[in-house]
């Protein structure tokens, strides 16, 4: 099993930046597809971003409306899986989950994910 715990939530001003930050404890990320997912009030939780585990270097997905703003990278060294988030807008305001998933390919499906974090909340104000 691994454990996950999101950090680095908050709240910005529209145009600003934060970086999440999920660190994994009880097996190292490297042997995951990591994904963060987000659920505003009154909605779906939906899927942000992906990193696959791909032996052949890890491929990143987007969700349409953060691609050019949002980056997904991994530190294997440090265990852990981070969400730059720049050009921020008030519908980006969301509690972030991060993912694993034990399946090799970058998924954008919630049920292909095995574990989860608590989430951290991201708030945008106009």
């Known amino acids: 099993q691994v454990q996950l715990v999101e950090s680095g939530g908050g709240l910005v001003q529209a145009g600003g930046s934060l970086r999440l930050s999920c660190a994994a404890s009880g097996r190292t990320v490297s042997m995951y597809t990591m994904g963060w997912f987000r659920q505003a009030p009154g909605q779906e939780r939906e899927f942000v971003a992906v990193?696959?585990?791909?032996?052949?270097?890890?491929?990143?997905l987007y969700t349409d409306s953060v691609k050019g703003r949002f980056t997904i990278s991994r530190d294997n060294a440090k265990n852990s899986v981070y969400l730059h988030m720049n050009s921020l807008k008030p519908e980006d305001t969301a509690l972030y989950y991060c993912?694993?998933?034990?399946?090799?390919?970058?998924?954008?499906?919630?049920?292909?994910?095995?574990?989860w974090g608590q989430g951290t909340q991201v708030t945008v104000s106009s």
């Open positions: 993912a694993a998933s034990g399946r090799g390919y970058a998924s954008k499906r919630y049920a292909d994910y095995d574990y």
């Open positions: 990193i696959s585990r791909s032996a052949y270097g890890p491929s990143k």
